[in-house]
């Protein structure tokens, strides 16, 4: 079971990834991108979270896609979840 991080860690690790916000019990980010670009960037989204045995959850508005990374241990945030954090980072940048 991965340790729990703190609120300093996570801030410290999410310095170095623009527009996430975070505390110790979930990390967020929210990107526009086009509607049509929703559906392939969610499947890479769960394909890396399955590799990592981590999930994410997202919500779809006009233009506007929310992932939101838990770990499966409630109210904590793990090593895990920042290394999912930073794959969908890099799925963002693939798109843009």
């Not at 509607?35 to 969610?42: F, K, P, R, T, Y």
């Not at 930073?86 to 693939?94: G, H, K, Q, S, T």
């Amino acid at each position: 079971m991965p340790e729990a991080l703190t609120d300093t860690d996570i801030t410290r690790a999410l310095g170095g990834l623009a527009d996430w916000q975070g505390d110790a019990h979930r990390l967020s980010r929210t990107v526009r991108i086009p509607v049509q670009a929703h559906g392939s960037l969610i499947g890479r989204v769960q394909r890396d979270a399955a590799e990592l045995s981590d999930h994410a959850q997202f919500e779809r508005r006009a233009g506007e896609l929310t992932f939101t990374v838990t770990t499966g241990c409630p109210g904590t945030v793990t090593g895990p979840d920042l290394w999912l954090a930073e794959r969908i980072e890099a799925a963002i940048a693939d798109l843009t």
